[in-house]
């Protein structure tokens, strides 16, 4: 049944996808539905495909219920028997957001392209206090949001509920949660490998949420603390998608992933990069995934560190911090730390340009200002 779940997720996320006018298998736009999704000009006839779906979904949880309720009966007594009479209670839940979303979007005989979150948000938390983990990223965070935003909060506690089963009632090999065994494992214990390597650079709430689930030559795995922080990879498909609403940590993942050998574009939406990984070096890529966690502290709050020591005044946009950055935290080949060293160098001359604009604006020599940390830092990298 946790494999169920976790296809209702892709289902339901792919659905989502389709009315922002995007096929998530393809990566194609669909040029229509982009702009019904860009207007919310919709009509009953346009979301069948949402109805449709929704109750499929809904029909899907019923199975699971009468499955969970007959298992439990015959099932030992104790955690499996109450884990499974759990499932029977958050599938019902589920269903009834589903239920909710596609009473929202077609209420008083016209089409509601923006929603209430208050009752979603009821169903979110209820999910959320069971499992004991937050789902429901977009209705928990604003008071209004867009039914393709609010099936994906869906898919999130559907994701979050087959997490949380996949724990309690399979087996684990460190961090990886073998679902249904598959080509994805190796994948998931190469990503183990590399977070244990790097945990120093978690933050503690960050290290405590990791988790990869492998589902045949899928793997989704949880790559941080914050709600629907996620990576799926389908070794089947060739695709990756990863999930953040971080521009500058989009941006720079989509390098990492890069440097695996894939072929990415950051979104500007979820998932925020979606990448073509079938000549990808696989253990570069479960590198890639592991320097995702706790990215936005290691790396932004390290370059504003590194620049701001040595010029309070010195201003910088993300694209000379991200130049800077992003070659120093990639699979550390020889090349790639020669290259780093060459960055730095750049680092300095950003540096140096910008300090030279203060003190033209006002009125000093460069050198009154800062040079000698200027040549003190290339000393130190000769």
């Known amino acids: 049944m946790i494999d169920r779940l976790f296809e209702w997720e892709g289902k339901l996320r792919k659905l989502a996808s389709y009315y922002q006018g995007y096929d998530i298998e393809s990566g194609r736009e669909i040029p229509e539905l982009k702009r019904k999704a860009d207007s919310g000009e919709w009509s009953t006839l346009d979301l069948i495909e949402l109805f449709k779906t929704l109750h499929e979904f809904c029909d899907e949880m019923a199975e699971i219920k009468e499955w969970a309720s007959n298992t439990a009966d015959i099932a030992p007594t104790g955690r499996i028997a109450d884990k499974l009479r759990e499932l029977k209670t958050l599938a019902n839940i589920l269903c009834r957001m589903a239920d909710k979303i596609e009473d929202m979007v077609c209420s008083g005989g016209r089409v509601n392209p923006v929603l209430d979150s208050g009752e979603l948000r009821e169903y979110a938390e209820e999910v959320s206090k069971r499992i004991g983990d937050a789902c429901g990223y977009l209705v928990r965070a604003s008071e209004k949001v867009p039914f393709q935003g609010a099936v994906n909060d869906l898919a999130n506690c559907v994701h ?99 440097m695996a050998g894939a072929e990415c574009e950051v979104t500007g939406e979820l998932p925020g990069v979606k990448c073509d990984i079938k000549d990808a070096d696989m253990d570069k890529l479960a590198y890639a995934l592991a320097n995702a966690t706790s990215l936005d502290i290691n790396l932004g709050g390290a370059a504003e560190y590194i620049l701001n020591r040595a010029f309070s005044q010195v201003t ?67």
């Open 316 to 382: 910088y946009d993300d694209s000379d911090k991200l130049h800077v950055m992003e070659r120093l935290a990639t699979y550390p080949t020889r090349d790639i730390l020669e290259e780093a060293y060459k960055q730095m160098k750049y680092a300095v001359d950003v540096i140096e340009k910008e300090a030279s604009k203060i003190a033209e604006e006002v009125g000093m020599e460069f050198s009154d200002i800062g040079r000698d940390i200027v040549d003190r830092l290339l000393d130190e990298l000769a």
């Open 160 to 258: 979050k509920v087959a997490e949380y089963l996949a724990r309690e009632l399979k087996g684990s090999e460190g961090k990886c949660v073998v679902v249904m065994p598959g080509k994805s494992r190796e994948l998931c214990r190469r990503w183990d490998f590399w977070t244990e390597r790097l945990k120093k650079k978690y933050s503690d709430k960050d290290r405590g949420k990791l988790a990869g689930f492998v589902y045949g030559g899928k793997a989704y795995f949880r790559v941080g603390s914050a709600t629907g922080h996620a990576a799926e990879v389908d070794l089947d498909a060739g695709r990756l998608l990863y999930y953040d609403d971080d521009e500058f940590v989009n941006r720079l993942m989509d390098y990492l992933f890069t």
